[in-house]
């Protein structure tokens, strides 16, 4: 079975960082680009950031929202993802999920994510 | 406000066709295929139709999808209790090198 399973979300002041994880299983993780979107209170889907697989060279992109600030990264020797958030302003306060791509040969995402976690809370507060 | 504009809500009694409309632009729909995800509350988002018109396995055939130009649109047929919740499209954004959402569309069953 594919899961994903999100962690490190927690309480953090403004201005600090937090390191979130997102461990996977059941699927060869190299071949995939991986996504993080998160959902603020009260709003809608947030695409945040995503890297793609190790064939395309595990290229990044960012939502200008967080470009600058947070960092996506991968392991693939640990199926982890990782997105490494710094100077957190209480607007990033979302619950922030980790999805996969539904194809391996997806370079635009353009098949979406079929694969999903949980998500883990952030919340960015003095 | 997100780059793609769907309704903020939709309705419709049990059996009857609803359909959610998403309006983006050249440099996203027109060039890209939409993604549409099913999100119900405490619950991580559903794929429910990818490259504009293809339902991941196990999705229902109620569930449909088409574009046209720069917009695209979910039909849901047959409409059930159960499709009570929350409707987002999504599509890469050539612009942004990036995801784009919509803002989503909630749909009640009366």
């Keep these: ?126 | 406000q997100s780059v793609l504009t769907q309704p903020p809500s939709a309705s419709g009694t049990p059996g009857q066709r609803v359909t959610i409309s998403c309006s983006g632009s050249s440099s996203n729909i027109g060039e890209n295929t939409v993604n549409w995800y099913q999100v119900f509350p405490l619950t991580a988002p559903k794929l429910l139709l990818y490259s504009s018109d293809q339902r991941p396995s196990g999705v229902p055939d109620r569930f449909s999808g088409s574009k046209s130009g720069t917009s695209a649109s979910l039909a849901i047929s047959g409409l059930q209790s159960e499709d009570e919740g929350d409707y987002y499209c999504e599509a890469w954004d050539d612009s942004q090198s990036g995801l784009v959402f919509g803002g989503g569309t909630k749909l009640t069953v009366l």
């Design chain 1, 1 to 126: 079975e594919v899961q994903l399973v999100e962690s490190g979300g927690g309480l953090v002041q403004p201005g600090r960082s937090l390191r979130l994880s997102c461990t996977t299983s059941g699927f060869t993780f190299a071949d995939y680009g991986l996504t993080w979107v998160r959902r603020a209170p009260g709003r809608g889907l947030e695409w945040v950031s995503f890297i793609r697989s190790t064939d395309y060279g595990k290229t990044t992109g960012y939502a200008a929202s967080v470009k600058g600030r947070f960092t996506i990264s991968r392991d693939d020797s640990k199926s982890t993802v990782y997105l490494q958030m710094n100077s957190l302003k209480t607007e990033d306060t979302a619950l922030y999920y980790c999805a996969r791509a539904k194809s391996n040969l997806d370079y635009h995402f353009s098949y979406g994510m079929d694969v999903w976690g949980q998500g883990t809370t952030v919340t960015v507060s003095s």
